[in-house]
């Protein structure tokens, strides 16, 4: 079954240092986003990623931190200098299209962001 | 606004046992999609079921079963005959059919040997 593939599976990062969390989503799918889980909280939704734009952010999702998927496979969201409330567990999820968002999303593994 | 809430923070319950997981949304739209997700130890999100608003009928896979009741606004998950494997954070999530979802704050479902 195709999968989402996220990398790196944990990150270590300094304060203040940048960060770029990567995501290969599933080939045909057309529908990007990134969401965010804080240790043993909730899953929150960060943005979504469509026709090389964002759709949709949240509140969350400040000049801190952009998406942009540079090659045609990839989908990253970089954070530009990373604050200790910055760590959490990151997930990124693809979906086929439009009419196909119903159905839901495929998640990939998730990145565990540490910020010390 | 969309809300999500799953008011059980944490239920034990002995092997073999069944064991329901409540879940009640907000929603204003009359179309509007609920889900339920597992994540396991290891952290990744597990897809379990999908269930849209126009469709009230309860599903069953295996030991899971699935209550949805627009009545109530309410979509419960209930494993019946629990195993240990069934250990795991479960969320429900609310989705308006745009691009987010809405998740609950999940319920921790220790299921003890």
């Known amino acids: 079954e195709p999968e989402v593939t996220q990398t790196p599976s944990h990150q270590v990062t300094q304060m203040g240092q940048e960060v770029i969390l990567r995501c290969v989503p599933i080939?045909?799918?057309?529908?990007f986003y990134w969401y965010r889980q804080i240790l043993g909280q909730k899953v929150e939704f960060l943005v979504s990623?469509?026709?090389?734009?964002?759709?949709?952010k949240s509140e969350i999702f400040d000049d801190q931190f952009s998406v942009e998927r540079p090659d045609g496979s990839n989908f990253t969201l970089k954070i530009r200098s990373t604050k200790l409330e910055d760590s959490a567990m990151y997930f990124c999820?693809?979906?086929?299209?439009?009419?196909?968002?119903?159905?839901?999303?495929?998640f990939g593994s998730g990145t565990r962001l540490t910020v010390v | 606004a969309q809300k999500v809430t799953q008011a059980q923070t944490e239920i034990s319950v002995v092997e073999k046992e069944d064991v329901t997981l409540d879940c009640v949304y907000e929603t204003r739209d009359t179309t509007y999609y609920l889900f339920w997700y597992k994540q396991p130890p290891s952290g990744e999100l597990v897809f379990l079921i999908r269930?849209?608003?126009?469709?009230?009928q309860n599903e069953i896979s295996g030991r899971y079963s699935w209550n949805f009741q627009k009545s109530t606004s309410s979509f419960n998950f209930t494993i019946t005959a629990s195993q240990v494997v069934d250990s795991a954070v479960y969320f429900c999530a609310l989705s308006d059919g745009t691009y987010k979802y809405i998740f609950g704050t999940g319920t921790r479902l220790k299921v003890l040997a």
């Open positions: 080939s045909n799918h057309l529908y």
């Open positions: 269930r849209n608003s126009f469709d009230e």
């Open positions: 999820a693809s979906n086929e299209g439009r009419a196909r968002i119903s159905y839901g999303y495929t």
């Open positions: 990623f469509y026709n090389n734009e964002i759709s949709e």
